[in-house]
């Protein structure tokens, strides 16, 4: 049952702001719980107790819950401050997160981890030669686990080794076809692939035999490579962890962001910047010793 002083807020949202339902659910989680905690007395809000409140939920959710638990409770408190129900201001008291661009680290398999996956499919069965072009397809050309499902037969070029993808903006480009992933492509399409009318080169192993469902499939394949590899997933999205290793991979190899960003179809060079954080040894050459230490 919902407190009587939610209700209001999100009639209020909902005549002065025109906030749809599906955002006022939303809303309503992080502030149900800060009724919880804090009481529906808003007199008793002070800076240090709602301060308090969106530390702890930071603490045991990711960033994205927890920003929009801030976005929700300011958004609560400036509902209290224009009905003169607390103290105005007190909407400052909530903390703005600590979360910029390229604050993270990409997460990658060194190239000896990344054989070992590919190395667990068994070659000689249909599943292990699909699992294994698709691995080749990841960790060599860096697709993304939906490019995969989208790929179809007449996307692949023989004569001019070549496959044409698009990416997530629907944008044809053509990538070049290696010997390597050439063969394991034509390799389950001639001895593996089910005979089916659907026009996907991946199929689903078992009836009925149509495309993978979705990216979540592909990923699940690498996991589960990775799994029987001994390999540890570094991150959440094994598909995506393949992809950043194809990056990290090219990058010890002396390959420019600028190439690395053609190679992975990045639109712009910035989303591919992040990688630069990766290169250990030339981040070591312009790195300035800290007072009173050893440079790295």
């Known amino acids: 049952m919902n407190p ?8 209020w949202m909902r005549q002065q702001r025109g906030t749809c339902d599906a955002t006022l659910y939303g809303y309503s989680i992080p502030i149900r719980d800060l009724l919880n905690r804090l009481g529906e007395d808003p007199n008793t809000y002070d800076a240090q107790n709602l301060r308090q409140f969106i530390v702890d939920t930071n603490q045991r959710c990711g960033w994205a819950s927890a920003k929009k638990c801030t976005t929700a409770v300011r958004m609560f ?58 691995l080749l397809v990841l960790a060599r050309l860096g697709f993304r686990a939906g490019d995969i499902v989208q790929l179809r037969l007449g996307d692949v070029d023989w004569k001019e080794a070549s496959i044409s993808v698009s990416g997530k903006d629907r944008r044809q480009t053509l990538m070049p076809l290696t010997q ?43 996991a589960q490579a990775m799994h029987r590899a001994g390999v540890v997933c570094p991150s959440r999205g094994a598909a995506h962890v393949l992809r950043h290793s194809v990056a990290s991979s090219m990058l010890r190899h002396g390959a420019s ?40």
């Open 4 to 11: 009587a002083l939610l209700l209001s807020f999100c009639d």
């Open 77 to 134: 408190l400036r509902y209290l401050i224009a009905d003169r129900k607390c103290t105005a201001g007190l909407e400052g008291a909530i903390p703005v997160l600590a979360h910029w661009r390229l604050s993270s680290l990409p997460r990658y398999l060194q190239s000896d981890e990344v054989e070992q996956v590919i190395a667990s499919c068994d070659p000689t069965t249909p599943v292990g030669k699909r699992n294994r072009a698709i």
């Open 180 to 222: 390597e992933v050439g063969d394991a492509i034509a390799s389950y399409i001639r001895d593996g692939r089910p005979q089916t009318d659907v026009n996907a080169i991946f199929i689903r192993s078992r009836a009925p035999f149509r495309a993978l469902a979705n990216h979540c499939a592909v990923s699940m394949i690498a």
């Open 257 to 296: 962001l600028q190439e690395i960003a053609g190679g992975l179809r990045h639109r712009s060079t910035a989303t591919t910047e992040i990688y630069a954080k990766v290169d250990v040894a030339a981040l070591r050459q312009i790195a300035q010793p800290w007072p009173e230490a050893k440079s790295c």
